[in-house]
């Protein structure tokens, strides 16, 4: 079973960015559709973003224009650039498969303050 470990959260002012890392435990990502996920206190968890093997991405509607998607091979890692981050992204933010997915990691908390 693989093991997903995110990485790279804090406390960042409205409109500050932040980039999140997603290391993979063995090499998935060519072969593997990912996600990037969020979930707030009291809320579900929510996917914010898709790469898919032919190298696609796709984007909830909430963080379209703001946050980038992308992956690297070689290192096994999915990263999500966010940008103009807004209080309404505070999160703990997860990756994982987009079907079937693997255990989920611990996350790693964004918060973002206004």
């Known amino acids: 079973q693989v093991q997903l470990v995110e990485s790279g959260g804090g406390l960042v002012q409205a409109g500050g960015s932040l980039r999140l890392s997603c290391v993979t435990s063995?090499?998935?990502?060519?072969?593997?559709?990912m996600g990037w996920y969020r979930q707030a206190p009291g809320r579900q968890r929510e996917l914010v973003a898709s790469?898919?093997?032919?190298?696609?991405?796709n984007y909830a509607d909430s963080v379209k224009g703001r946050f980038t998607i992308s992956r690297d091979g070689a290192k096994n890692t999915v990263y999500l650039q966010m940008n103009n981050l807004k209080p309404d992204d505070t999160a703990v933010y997860y990756c994982?498969?987009?079907?079937?997915?693997?255990?989920w990691g611990r996350g790693t908390q964004v918060t973002v303050s206004s």
């Open positions: 790469i898919f093997t032919s190298g696609s991405t």
């Open positions: 994982n498969y987009l079907v079937n997915f693997a255990i």
């Open positions: 063995r090499r998935i990502l060519t072969f593997v559709d």
